[in-house]
């Protein structure tokens, strides 16, 4: 009797442990009922107040933020028309025929989504956003509201870009490029590539939410323009000061940016004249290395900052001059060190200018100098003060590597 008992109370037990796993799929969501965002955009959309639908507010009764509308857009994969394998290239009419670009207005991010949810069947659903743009008039005005919003979204990764557009954002979200089906995944691998090439650094969503947020350091992002022929030019840095775009730089500081701050793998190629002769050399910079020191020099920090450049001779423009000689060579080296430094003196002046201090020089005092800034500084907005004071002295060394052939 008491066997099979104990029998009886072991089968009880394995079938109320198994049905907790039959309950599994009681919360699915199939792909077809969801309505996937693979990218966003953002544009001001003044004097569009009759565009406004009443869907989160009514007025006199339930009043909306006095802020300025804004038009969202996003652009929606449609089901069953994305390839998965090789086939036709893309195109334009493939770029329009795989997703579907609308837009409303609203106060706020999450605004004008919900007048858009309201205009869709399926629940907008996040989870596969890669890519989203904001133009350089939204930026100006603030990107607090925008990242309000995705920071309490779960689905957004964090992995996502960000970019700040010349022009209306919403023409990004339309582009048709003739290399990808899918104009977000053009702009991922733009982006995605030229951080494997040394054209631009690595800065996800998350990075420049970190950075933003910290007290010695503010954010920036890449700065695009849709061309004529639908592909995307990386036209420089946009960088801010709190939330707020103050600034954008040529492509060139691109390099700046990444010497300063030692990111190894280097893409950027640079005109450097031999002597007083006719003779131009296109070098190649092929790997960086930096060294930052900061000490308190008359009450305020200085910094020194130490660049290490390997380059290539690319190319020679005027065969007046033989690149055989060390002399030459020597030449070459020196006119660059003077180039780069001053490239890189006013790059670092024009942070100071906005007082955005996208370096993270401000680290640098907080980590090695913790008791002066403890002291003299210790909030976010005091350092944004005292950074266009900073003091900073550049030196540049280059070496040479290859010269290629040449032909005696």
């Not at 976010?380 to 290629?404: C, D, L, N």
């Amino acid at each position: 009797m008491r066997e099979k008992q104990g029998r009886a109370i072991k089968l009880l037990c394995v079938m109320l442990l198994t049905v907790p796993l039959l309950s599994g799929c009681w919360d699915r969501l199939e792909i077809e009922e969801r309505a996937v965002v693979l990218g966003i955009s953002v544009d001001s959309a003044e004097g569009e107040h009759e565009k406004e639908q009443e869907i989160t507010h009514l007025r006199g009764k339930f009043p909306a933020p006095k802020q300025e509308l804004i038009r969202v857009a996003v652009q929606i994969a449609l089901p069953g028309k994305i390839p998965l394998g090789p086939g036709q290239a893309g195109g334009e009419k493939g770029g329009k025929e795989t997703v579907w670009v609308l837009d409303s207005v609203g106060h706020t991010i999450d605004d004008a989504l919900m007048n858009l949810q309201q205009q869709i069947s399926s629940r907008l659903f996040f989870g596969h956003l890669r890519v989203i743009v904001v133009s350089r008039e939204a930026a100006r005005k603030g990107l607090q509201t925008l990242n309000d919003y995705l920071r309490r979204n779960s689905e957004v990764r964090r992995t996502a870009w960000m970019l700040v557009s010349e022009g209306d954002a919403k023409e990004l979200m339309k582009a048709a490029p003739k290399l990808e089906r899918v104009p977000t995944m053009y702009l991922l691998a733009t982006l995605d590539e030229a951080v494997r090439m040394g054209k631009f650094p690595t800065d996800f969503l998350g990075i420049f939410w970190s950075n933003s947020s910290k007290k010695g350091k503010e954010g920036f992002l890449p700065y695009v323009k849709v061309m004529k022929e639908q592909n995307v030019e990386i036209k420089g840095i946009a960088f801010f000061k709190n939330d707020k775009l103050v600034e954008v730089t040529e492509p060139l500081e691109i390099a700046a940016y990444m010497g300063i701050k030692g990111v190894t793998q280097a893409g950027y190629r640079s005109f450097v004249r031999v002597g007083e002769t006719p003779t131009i050399v296109m070098l190649y910079a092929t790997s960086r290395k930096s060294y930052i020191k900061v000490d308190i020099v008359n009450g305020r920090p200085h910094f020194l900052v130490t660049i290490f450049l390997e380059d290539n001779i690319e190319e020679k423009v005027n065969d007046s001059v033989l690149l055989k000689t060390d002399e030459v060579l020597w030449e070459i080296e020196r006119k660059n060190n003077e180039a780069a430094t001053k490239l890189y003196e006013d790059f670092i002046k024009k942070t100071q200018n906005q007082g955005a201090d996208i370096l993270g020089f401000g680290e640098y005092v907080r980590a090695k100098k913790p008791q002066y800034w403890n002291r003299h500084i210790r909030t976010k907005e005091r350092w944004q003060e005292m950074y266009p004071s900073a003091t900073f002295e550049v030196k540049v060394h280059t070496k040479i590597r290859r010269v290629g052939m040449e032909s005696k």
